[in-house]
């Protein structure tokens, strides 16, 4: 017979955790939340750089175009527990919110810490009991629900929701335990991997640029003939290659390995081709005594402009007089679609978020519960469901975690009372 104290065990304390423990808790389940850490959130205290970007205004279509990667299994999830509803309930405990540039949403008080403790208030006014510094280390299924193993000994559960996370920020506890307890009771894991991370490139001039950033430039990438991104804004040159927010968000189009893909980035996409390169005439004709490279300063930054000749296979020493029309026409090319041969990405350690996990076909998106395994839910990263950045995959931990918790404590007490 099962303890009665245990209706639903929530195994990770993280975003989607602790949502599924308040939810399942309201609904007038016993729950008992065990995290592996010495406190909650651990990872929400770091988003955002440290303030917690803890969703985004986007509604609609508008939200599920950032979500590129299953975005789909998704819409039942938003439905129950939305974008408002996060903002709704840290208020309800006193923490105040405000939006920024890109419709994204912050605590007004800049402090991550405050978003966890109303959470925690509001676990506490659920009735959910929580255990820090306890790991699952194995769980098994049982006749009438679940047994998991932990150092204290075996607890029983009618249902469990696994909120492990995934395995980006393992020093936070995303080790991807979550992903073995899934394969052992027979649910697939996708193959694993960082997004929203930076790439690496095996060429030395990315690291001549180290510590540049450009802006208003345009980055695309295309898998065969087809195009899988297109956007402006601003990317960083680093010491491994390419980072910043357009190479951070392109990470998370790219397909594994990322060398399949062709990526170009536009330095002038204000400017079409035809005018770049009558351009390009009028100052080598006017700057006809002048070194190419010292021409380039009034096109692109100092340090861009000394490798940018060599970049199109021209020498930078060269004066500006005697560059040839096939050299002027190879510059403009390299101007509108310079291309960034990428290796792979940077370790998962420094991702944002990972891509890949447990299967989404193998569960239900309107409750979260396994097709496999009666009475098993999952809930935020530990999904094969991520975002661009801007508060949208911590949304979808908040609302996955609370559709998962309302519907785990359903089934407990159709589990309950059919032992009845």
Same mark, same amino acid.
């Given at each position: ?12 304390? !993280? ?45 609609? =279509? ?39 540039? #890109? ?45 998991? /193993?932990?150092? =204290? ?24 335990? !979550? ?27 990315? /690291? ?15 898998? #065969? ?26 990470? /998370?189009?790219?397909?594994?390995? &990322? ?25 080598? /004709? ?86 496999? &395994? ?5 809930? !935020? ?8 950045? !801007? ?30």
């Amino acid at each position: 017979m099962l303890d009665a104290t245990n209706d639903v065990v929530v195994v990770g304390g !993280g975003a989607a955790g602790m949502l599924a423990a308040i939810m399942a808790g309201r609904a007038g389940a016993r729950v008992l939340l065990l995290e592996k850490n010495e406190k909650l959130g651990k990872k929400v205290y770091i988003t955002g750089k440290g303030r917690c970007n803890l969703t985004n205004l986007a509604e609609g =279509e508008e939200f599920f175009k950032e979500v590129p990667h299953n975005g789909a299994f998704l819409r039942s999830a938003m439905h129950a527990f939305s974008n408002r509803d996060i903002i709704s309930l840290v208020e309800s405990y006193g923490t105040r919110t405000k939006v920024e540039r #890109g419709q994204r949403v912050f605590p007004e008080s800049d402090k991550a810490s405050d978003v966890t403790r109303a959470l925690t208030r509001a676990l506490s006014e659920a009735g959910v009991r929580v255990c820090l510094n306890t790991e699952v280390r194995d769980m098994e299924k049982t006749e009438d629900g679940f047994l998991l /193993s932990t150092p =204290e000994g075996k607890l029983p559960a009618r249902a469990v929701i696994l909120a492990t996370g995934g395995i980006s920020y393992p020093s936070t506890g995303s080790t991807g335990d !979550g992903y073995r307890f899934a394969g052992s009771l027979g649910h697939t894991v996708t193959e694993t991997y960082g997004s929203l991370v930076g790439l690496i490139s095996e060429e030395k001039w990315p /690291s001549l640029l180290q510590g540049l950033s450009l802006r208003n430039v345009r980055l695309t990438a295309k898998v #065969g003939k087809r195009q899988i991104y297109d956007e402006l804004g601003e990317m960083l040159f680093t010491h491994f290659g390419f980072s910043g927010p357009l190479v951070i968000e392109l990470s /998370s189009h790219l397909p594994e390995p &990322v060398a399949d893909a062709a990526i170009r980035l536009d330095l002038k996409p204000g400017i079409p081709a035809e005018e770049l390169d009558a351009r390009l005439t009028r100052e080598f /004709s006017e700057n006809a005594r002048k070194q190419l490279q010292t021409v380039m300063l009034s096109f692109l930054p100092a340090r861009m402009a000394g490798i940018f000749p060599s970049l199109c296979g021209a020498d930078g020493s060269m004066m500006a007089g005697n560059v040839p029309k096939a050299v002027r026409h190879r510059m403009v090319d390299t101007f509108k679609g310079l291309p960034l041969k990428v290796t792979g990405r940077r370790d998962v350690a420094e991702a944002i978020v990972t891509r890949g996990g447990v299967q989404v076909k193998e569960i239900t998106p309107g409750t979260l519960m396994s097709k496999k &395994v009666p009475g098993l839910f999952f809930a !935020g990263e530990l999904l094969d469901v991520d975002a661009h950045t !801007g508060g949208f995959n911590l949304q979808i931990a908040w609302s996955t975690g609370a559709l998962a918790g309302r519907r785990a404590a359903e089934y407990a007490k159709e589990v309950h009372d059919g032992i009845q």
